[in-house]
C-alpha cells in the first residue's frame, strides 16, 4: 500500500491503444506510473476524457450532444479495476480499439464474492485501504452503485469474469465512432497544419499540459504554442476546462 501511494512507485497504470479491432497494429503505448496511483489515476481519467469524442446536433434546441462512451461509467470501472486488482500479480491496463474500450483488473472476484453479489452491487474490495483512501479523497462514495451504474447503462453481457481476471468492455457509441476516425488522428487530419497536429497528438496523451511544456516537446516558443491553441479552440478542435494552471484541454473533433 506504501509503495502504491509513493510518488516513487515501481507500480505503473497502462494505456494502450490499437488501430483497429484487435491487437495486431499497436499504435501507442503510455505509462501512468512510477508515481502515486492516486495521480496516475487522475492522469488516466483526463486521457479518456480527451479520447471521448463528442459529436453534437446543433439543428435543434437544446443541442444535443452524443459522446464516443458513458465517462460516468468508465470511470467506475476504472476505479473497480485499481480497487480490486491483484498488484501481486501486474496492474491494470486500459485498451483503447477503434469500437470499444477494455478495463483489465487481476485477481478475480474477491473475498468470496459470488457472482450474483458482485452485480448486486455487493462492496469487498481486495485492497480495502485503498478504497477506504479514495472513499476519503470523494473518488468513491463506496455504496457500492458503481458496477450498478455500468450494468444499467451497458448491461451484465460487457463483464468476463474468471479466477484470473475481470475485464470490462465498453462499447463504443455507433454513431460517433462511424462520424470520426477513433485514434490519434481523430479529426487532425483536415484543417490544421503539422504543429496544430503535433499539438493535438500530444495534448492526447497527456491532456494537462501547459502552453510551457509543449513549447518544450514542440521545439515552439511558448507564444507560439499559445497562438497555436487559441487557432484551435476557434477552429472547434479544443476547448479548456479550469483554470490555466489546474486545469485540462478536451479534444472535442
Avoid at 501486474?90 to 483503447?96: A, D, G, L, T
Avoid at 447503462?153 to 454513431?175: A, C, M, Q, W
Wanted: proline share 3%; charged share 25%.
Amino acid at each position: 500500500m506504501a509503495e502504491l501511494l509513493s510518488d516513487d512507485s515501481r507500480f505503473s497504470f497502462i494505456f494502450v491503444k490499437f488501430e483497429g479491432k484487435d491487437k495486431a497494429s499497436l499504435s501507442q503505448r503510455s505509462n501512468y506510473g512510477n508515481k502515486s496511483i492516486l495521480f496516475a489515476y487522475e492522469q488516466m481519467m483526463n486521457r479518456l476524457q480527451a479520447e471521448n469524442i463528442c459529436i453534437s446536433d446543433t439543428t435543434i434546441r437544446p443541442r444535443q450532444d452524443k459522446y464516443l462512451f458513458d465517462y460516468d461509467s468508465v470511470n467506475e470501472a476504472v476505479v473497480n479495476a485499481i480497487v480490486h486488482n491483484d498488484w501481486s500479480i501486474s496492474e491494470p491496463q486500459i485498451s483503447f480499439f477503434s469500437n470499444r474500450l477494455e478495463i483489465l483488473s487481476h485477481g478475480g472476484l474477491p473475498h468470496n464474492l459470488s457472482i450474483s453479489e458482485f452485480f448486486a452491487g455487493i462492496s469487498k474490495p481486495r485492497n480495502l485501504a485503498l478504497m477506504k483512501i479514495f472513499s476519503d479523497l470523494d473518488i468513491v462514495d463506496h455504496t457500492g452503485h458503481g458496477i450498478p451504474t455500468i450494468v444499467e447503462r451497458y448491461g451484465k453481457d460487457v463483464f468476463s469474469i474468471n479466477d484470473n481476471y475481470i475485464l470490462i468492455t465498453i462499447p463504443f457509441d455507433e454513431e460517433v465512432a462511424n462520424k470520426v476516425n477513433v485514434g490519434v488522428n481523430v479529426g487532425v487530419n483536415v484543417g490544421v497544419n503539422e504543429t496544430e497536429k503535433k499539438i493535438l497528438e500530444e495534448l492526447l496523451k497527456n491532456p494537462t499540459l501547459t502552453a510551457d511544456r509543449l513549447s518544450l516537446i514542440i521545439k515552439k516558443s511558448k507564444r507560439t504554442i499559445e497562438r497555436y491553441l487559441k487557432a484551435l479552440q476557434d477552429k472547434g478542435y479544443l476547448e479548456r476546462s479550469g483554470s490555466d494552471k489546474t486545469g485540462v484541454w478536451k479534444i472535442i473533433k
